[in-house]
Structures are given as C-alpha cells and as structure tokens.
C-alpha cells in the first residue's frame, strides 16, 4: 500500500508537467484567438516584444506603419486597405492556425520606443520574423524585409512574397469581398446606353453609312499616327524644350527625338497638304466659272508650294545635312 502512495506521489509531477503546455504554444494560442476577431493584430511595444521573442514556433508579420495625418504617410494609408484584406483572408481561411502564421499592426504613434530601437527610417515596411523551432526555423537570423517600391504595393504580390518564405503548410487565398455597387453601376450605364442606342439609332444609321464620315475618320487617323503620335506616347516625349538661350525649341534635333508640339505642327501639315490635293483634284473642277476656276488652281498651288517648303524646311533642322529646299523657306 505504501508502495502504491509512494509511486502515485512520485509520478503527479510528471503528470502536471505534461499536461502544461509549453509558454510558446500558450502564446501563439492567445494571439490567434485574438486574430479570429480581430485581424491584423494591433501591437504595441509590449505585444511586439511578446510575440517576436524566441523560442517561438510560430511566423509572425508586422507591418510598420504611421498613419496619423501628422506623419504624411500616403503610402501606408493607400497600402491598408490591402494589409487588412490579406490578413483577414488569411485568417478566416486558417481557423485552426495550422499555418502559425500570426499578422500584425505597429503603429508609430503606439510603439515610439520599438522604431527607436530598430532605427526604422521611412515606412511602410513589412518584417517577416520566421519560426526559431520546430519546422522550417530559422535561429538566430534576422527578420526578413519587404522592400515597397514607389507605388502602393498590391496585396497578392505581398500575399506571395510571405508565401515563399513561410515553412510548408496551408496558403490562404485572398478573398476580395463582391462589389455589388460597381455590378449595379456598371449594369446602369450599360442599360442606360442601350437605351439611348435605340432611341438614337435612326439618327445613327445615316453617318455610318456615310462615306464622307469615314473618309474623315481615316485621314485624321492617318495623319495622327504618320505624324508620330505613337512614338510619343510610348515614348513619353516632352511637349516642348528650351534651347539654352532663354528660348523655347518645337523641333528637336536628329531623327531619333521629337517634341509633342513637333508632332503636332508635322500633322497640320500633312493635313494642309491632304487638303490641298483633294481640293485640287474634286473640288477645282467642278467649279463652272473659267476665271474662279483659274485663281482656285493658283490658290491651292501656292499653298502647297509653301507648306512643301515648310516641310523641307523642318527636315533641314532635324539634319543639318538636308540637301533640298524650296522657296520661299
């Protein structure tokens, strides 16, 4: 009987230190729990220090922001909005927290004496502390950084960068709520422009069938693009440049730059010139009067003369080398 008293005694011990749970499991429970309601996590200097201290078995993301007015930090107010969608996607999608992946918040104005500590220079940043034990650790080596470009960051390329890094386990989706507003608005407008495109459409039918419209459409479309619309717009050409004697320069020199104005004044050209040469071949000889006729065809021909000579013009300050001229440029 004493036997028995003395091996019950001996082994409660070991009961009790078996049934206590180990203070880092303890501590990934209590901020999960908390994550369920509420996530990302709002730290201070207290819950920061808590959950990045090793040994701990579990990830953790904190987010390094400043949003007070005060601050003038546009970046972190324009990256919210997608931190608190990928953490709570995160979340709901791990119930159970088989991930161990824990996110949180850090507020300058709440954790004054972590920034200090960590010398944090500019925000947003996102530090990723990895597991110190257990699978995937990672002991003794810093957190991992999430360098934000010069535009807001998008939660997915976030989403992935922290799926990369994390041990194995599940990878909760980002799940962005349904825009019922903008299905409504969309389906209003295209409603709304059905229904005007049936009330409208005998009005329409006529300049679609009408060959002057599309001759139009198609010359303005080929002087915009002759005249180097595109090269500007992929190339993002200034409009105009100075030329280092307090003036201002519409041509740029060589043929591998131009001005947005230099374009600009290539297609009133080319469109002067286009509008020349119809006039002369459909408009002049329809008209009856022997003498109108006459002065139209000196008319025309002289503004053709001048806007060639324009161009040639133009061609000689792109290369100086040009060998043609015309008068009177």
């Known amino acids: 009987m004493r036997f028995l008293q003395a091996l019950t005694w001996s082994l409660l011990p070991l009961a009790a230190l078996a049934a206590k749970k180990s203070p880092k499991v303890e501590r990934f429970e209590k901020f999960h729990k908390k994550a369920l309601s509420s996530s990302p996590l709002k730290m201070g200097d207290l819950e920061y220090d ?18 007070e ?28 927290g088989e991930s161990r992946v824990l996110f949180g918040t850090l507020d300058f104005a709440d954790a004054k004496a972590t920034f ?18 257990g699978p995937g650790a990672k002991l003794g080596e810093p957190p991992l950084k999430y360098e934000f470009g010069p535009n807001p960051a998008d939660g997915g390329a976030v989403h992935g960068w922290i799926s990369r ?27 709304g422009f059905l229904s005007i495109l049936r009330v409208a459409w005998p009005y329409f039918v006529p ?3 009408n060959r002057n419209f599309w001759a139009a459409l198609s010359l303005l479309s080929i002087l915009m693009f002759t005249s180097g619309h595109m090269y500007n717009h992929i190339r993002g050409t200034p409009y ?20 947005g104005l230099e374009s600009q004044i290539v297609a009133a050209m080319y469109g002067v010139l286009s509008f020349a040469t119809i006039s002369l071949a459909l408009k002049v000889p329809r008209i009856a009067d022997p ?6 065809v000196w008319v025309w021909s002289a503004i053709m003369l001048a806007m060639y000579s324009f161009l040639l013009s133009t061609f000689r300050i792109k290369n100086g080398g040009y060998p043609f001229w015309l008068p009177p440029f």
């Open 207 to 209: 300049i679609i069938r």
């Open 116 to 133: 200090q500590q960590l010398q944090i220079q500019s925000v947003p940043l996102l530090l990723l502390f990895q597991p110190t034990v």
């Open 69 to 96: 007015s005060q601050y003038g930090c546009q970046p972190c107010r324009e990256f919210k909005p997608e931190w608190d969608l990928l953490s709570s996607s995160w979340v709901k999608g791990d119930k159970a």
């Open 291 to 296: 003498r109108k006729q006459k002065m139209a």
């Open 240 to 259: 105009v440049a100075g030329d280092g004697k307090g003036g201002i320069s519409y041509f740029a020199g060589g043929f591998s730059s131009q001005f």
């Open 165 to 191: 890094r994390l041990p194995p386990g599940p990878r909760p989706p980002i799940i962005r709520p349904v825009n019922y507003s903008g299905i409504l608005v969309g389906a209003t407008i295209v409603l």
């Open 50 to 67: 808590t959950l990045t201290k090793a040994p701990r078995d579990y990830s953790v993301v904190v987010l390094l922001t400043a949003m």
